[in-house]
């Protein structure tokens, strides 16, 4: 089983910037792929960017050239540098990891997932 907790959420202004932080406990993160997804009030939780074990990332084209999905396997955490924000990334953000090792735009394929951050956009 693997523990994973986001952090970094928060109140920012539209343009600001914020960086979420996903600490995962266990001994084998570098093999897993890791993503981050997003759920606001009244939607379903979408895919904001992934990373492979290898380092491929994506994103979504919503937050491309915004965000920046990063790793840190000697600390076994996983990183989201949110830039140039808007209001309607407001949501819930949760770091999630495979144990593939696979970049997966859908949730189905991860196995472990944090609980969760609440990033507020105002405008």
């Known amino acids: 089983q693997v523990r994973m907790v986001g952090t970094g959420g928060g109140l920012v202004q539209a343009g600001g910037s914020l960086r979420l932080s996903c600490a995962a406990s266990?001994?084998?993160?570098?093999?897993?792929?890791m993503g981050w997804f997003r759920q606001a009030p009244g939607e379903e939780r979408e895919f904001v960017a992934g990373?492979?074990?290898?380092?491929?990332?994506n994103y979504a084209d919503s937050v491309k050239g915004r965000f920046t999905i990063s790793r840190d396997n000697a600390k076994n955490t996983l990183y989201l540098q949110m830039n140039s924000l808007k209001p309607e990334d407001t949501a819930v953000y949760y770091c999630a990891a495979a144990r593939t090792g696979g970049l997966y735009l859908t949730s189905l394929p991860y196995d472990y997932w944090g609980q969760g951050t609440q990033v507020t956009v105002s405008s």
């Open positions: 990373i492979s074990s290898g380092g491929t990332t």
């Open positions: 266990g001994r084998t993160f570098s093999n897993y792929g």
